[in-house]
């Protein structure tokens, strides 16, 4: 266990207690003590996971759900196809903001899902909720970018849904989006799949979507160029799956509670370690700079043209090359390590030489980030 | 043409004055005038088909979505397997309502377009908005009934997401179902199958959902004691489909806009006539009575666990027997048949022996029944 910390001996046995009374609190972490919603359950982070794990996974129980990825894999009629199924609901906050919108987002964020899953993207469903004096220019904005987005993806948008309710009672539109995909890879992979040793890749910059939401509502008087990184991740997916096969052993997309909670979940799904290297970790300096003035943690922030790869050691280097020649992966970098112990716990490497718990999102600093 | 159509040769040639002016007027009945949303725009009728062909259909246009059906065919592989996906969004209100809640009508509506396509139901996602303060404990209880839904109709809920809305920006909880299903059906089928002679078969009484949703919102003081038909269908259709195969040319469930609505649909896609006899669709005398009273059609009322069934008039006794004999068929009726001409119409014989042209709903007397 020790093996893995660096630092002096005092330092390790500090953290080492640390760990223990946090890995003894996560016994029981995701416990439902909450008797009304509360903006944090819906940010991704620890609270999302106490609703789900205390109300929506017991009721709804199943093999395919309990494995807890973005994505549910299933095949119809015996091993081939296997497909991939996902859904998510958009109900971002300015409808338009710099780099994107709704739409364009509502199209990308379950492309990357079925992405991650190995899968090619191959038809999405569209389910909007509309609320009554909408104006329809602005629908037909968003349903213009919809489908440039699906174009662009290469993917077509098949079936969907219009609902409409009283004024008051939504804000604006929301949008759900269901995808289907057909997965290339021949082997597992998921959350559940980290080795020990296992490299931890990043394609590029984190927080440029958060910053970008927060400026764009205007709260603050900050002034930064940042924009939403919103993009279809697949042909980045595709070129890496082709080129390192079977090393590719889990692909996520840090969507809602940023990097830092979904190397969580990667821990705790496969009772890993991850130690990660903060000078490793691109951050674009609008960023850098609005989560200082903010105190808000980069790695805490929503992306949505982000990857997280995680690979075989051996196959680090070469994955590496291939996001660096992919226009989506230009700003690529290997960030950390994956380590058998202490499991179910991601670890800091800090700039300035110290080590401290990363732990999921807490609470939700930039609601409706998504 | 005037061959289907009885009456006095006054009446004959008045009737066909006023089709030639509805034909006429549908040559560009689908012309969104509006510059904002209203709830008519969500209620299944002409004003959502004006949405959807105004906004929606030239934004996505492919050929699956062009069909126009619920639900969407595909393969991945070639001819098998053939799939079916769809996806509907919930805003029904209130949430709990005789016979039902939101979260079984998320469950059946969703496995019942999948079924409309002849597939057998596999998977659903679940895609929820709750509003902040919104009770766990209403949360938990709707979850449940999520639950046992789907677990009667033998599916699996495989893939979820969340999001929480500030109060105020939402009405307590929103649910999107999206559905993958295995079609069984070997032959082509839908709205557009439909054939000059074709009977018109529909397993039960009209218009209970729609009045139940209306008596529960208790904004009339009448007693009544009718629930909600909320019911899955898919064994009905799946028994309809095994017994009399090529048979049966279309499903469609009447949801909202109902009969009226859902035969008009029928009528436009297959450029056929369709003729109903009034007093062979069953109603329920709770039914009857409150749409007297509000002035509604039975036939503009929203159902949920009713299906019309197109089938070759040589296999509509046997098709009739088939739905008698299942438990959600017992009142099965045949109730009109299918002409060549004029296309794209739906003629009533009313019980008083007149004969009116029966268009689909228009406006909205009942928001938020889905």
């Known amino acids: 266990m020790q093996a893995h910390i660096p630092g002096s001996p005092d330092m390790v046995e500090s953290v080492l207690q640390k760990i223990e009374r946090t890995r003894q609190a996560r016994k029981h972490k995701f416990y439902l003590r909450d008797e009304r919603i509360t903006l944090s359950h819906g940010s991704g982070g620890k609270a999302t996971h106490n609703l789900i794990e ?29 497909l991939a199924f ?36 191959l038809y999405l469903s569209a389910g909007f909720i509309l609320e009554e004096g909408f104006p329809i220019s602005e629908l037909r904005r968003i349903v213009d970018s919809m489908a440039n987005a699906a174009r662009e993806a290469g993917i077509a948008i098949v079936t969907g849904d219009t609902k409409v309710v009283q004024r008051g009672k939504a804000d604006g539109l ?30 590029g910059p984190v927080g440029d979507h958060g910053i970008a939401i927060m400026m764009a509502r205007e709260a603050l008087d900050i002034e930064t160029d940042v924009e939403s990184d919103t993009a279809p991740l697949h042909s980045l997916t595709e070129a890496l799956l ?94 950390g390590t994956v380590q058998a112990e202490p499991p179910g716990m991601v670890f800091l490497h800090t700039d300035i030489g110290g080590l401290r718990v990363l732990d999921m999102l807490v609470g939700d600093p930039l609601p409706r980030i998504c």
């Open 54 to 82: 205390g109300v929506f996974a017991p009721a709804f129980s199943n093999p395919m759900l309990d494995i807890m990825d973005d994505s549910a894999i299933f095949t119809v009629t015996g091993e081939q196809p296997r």
């Open 86 to 121: 996902t859904t998510d609901t958009y109900v971002v906050s300015p409808l338009f903001f710099p780099g994107g919108d709704i739409g364009k987002l509502a199209v990308h964020g379950t492309v990357n899902d079925l992405a991650m899953a190995g899968a090619r993207p």
């Open 174 to 203: 929301f949008i759900n989006t269901a995808g289907v995909g057909h997965i290339q890879a021949t082997w597992n992979m998921g959350q559940n799949f980290l080795r020990a040793g296992d490299k931890i890749l990043l394609n």
């Open 242 to 335: 082709s080129a390192v096969g079977e090393g590719v052993h889990c692909l996520k997309d840090p969507t809602r509670g940023g990097v830092a909670t979904s190397l969580n979940e990667m821990a705790m799904s496969s009772e890993v370690s991850i130690g990660l290297e903060e000078h490793a970790i691109p951050v674009h300096a609008g960023v850098r700079g609005a989560c200082e003035i903010l105190g808000l943690d980069p790695l805490t922030i929503a992306n949505e043209g982000k990857l997280l790869a995680v690979v075989a050691p051996e196959q680090a280097e070469h994955a590496l090359d291939v996001l660096h020649a992919h226009p989506l992966g230009r700003e690529a970098a290997l960030i």
